[in-house]
């Protein structure tokens, strides 16, 4: 069973720049959620995405943005990048089912994107 | 609103000793469930356990125990005979039922098991 795989590792960028992240699920699920761990925090839910489309969203502003391609595969995309944006982004994929509840979320190792 | 606290910021314990991490949540939902996560120095979130609100029965799975107590909206997390492989970061985690996957975490607890 392959697990979540998250790429790049390490990301420097400046203030201003675009970003994008990119995540391949677990085999077998079919959802993916994006958080943002800052040091020292707890994870925060960013989105979600099923089918393709966003499913959920936390407190985060439009300029953070995703995509779910068919193969379940995604990114997080983040447009002008301020400096507390710099964090660990966690991708987690989960197996959703309309008659039962989603399975646990599996997360991937993270990018940790710093922004100077 | 949702809320996760974790008192406890950092713990050191001896080897062999048995640790408890305490978990306190908020909500107004009646259908919720709860997590503990696990977060090495790797940065992988390492799935524990998850419960939902209707299911108070304790459970274990090895040296890993969990007590849910509705009554005073806590989740506590028992490890018993650490182990230096136990050092981490442990995350509680609470999802209503209207965002299965939006997990609110709490802050962590850091555990250091001292061989």
């Known amino acids: 069973e392959t697990g979540v795989t998250q790429s790049p590792t390490h990301l420097i960028k400046t203030r201003g720049q675009q970003v994008t992240l990119r995540c391949s699920s677990q085999s077998g699920h079919n959802t993916v959620s994006w958080y943002q761990q800052a040091l020292g925090q707890g994870p925060q839910f960013i989105f979600q995405y099923y089918r393709e489309e966003e499913n959920g969203r936390g407190n985060f502003p439009p300029r953070f943005s995703g995509l779910q391609f068919p193969n379940y595969s995604s990114e997080l995309n983040v447009n002008a990048l301020e400096l507390d944006d710099s964090a660990l982004y966690l991708c987690a994929s989960s197996s959703y089912r309309a008659s039962s509840y989603n399975s646990p979320l599996h997360f991937g190792n993270g990018t940790r994107l710093t922004v100077t | ?115």
Not at chain 2, 3 to 22: G, R
Not at chain 2, 85 to 112: I, K, M, P, Q, W
């Open chain 2, 1 to 115: 609103a949702q809320k996760v606290t974790q008192a406890q910021t950092e713990i050191s314990v001896v080897e062999k000793e048995d640790v408890t991490l305490d978990c306190v949540y908020e909500t107004r939902d009646t259908t919720y469930y709860l997590f503990w996560y696990k977060q090495p120095p790797s940065g992988e979130l390492v799935f524990l356990i998850r419960r939902n609100s209707f299911d108070e029965q304790n459970e274990i799975s090895g040296r890993y125990s969990w007590n849910f107590q509705k009554s005073t909206s806590s989740f506590n997390f028992t490890i018993t005979a650490s182990q230096v492989v136990d050092s981490a970061v442990y995350f509680c985690a609470l999802s209503e039922a209207t965002g299965a996957n939006n997990l609110f975490f709490g802050t962590g607890t850091r555990l250091t098991v001292i061989p």
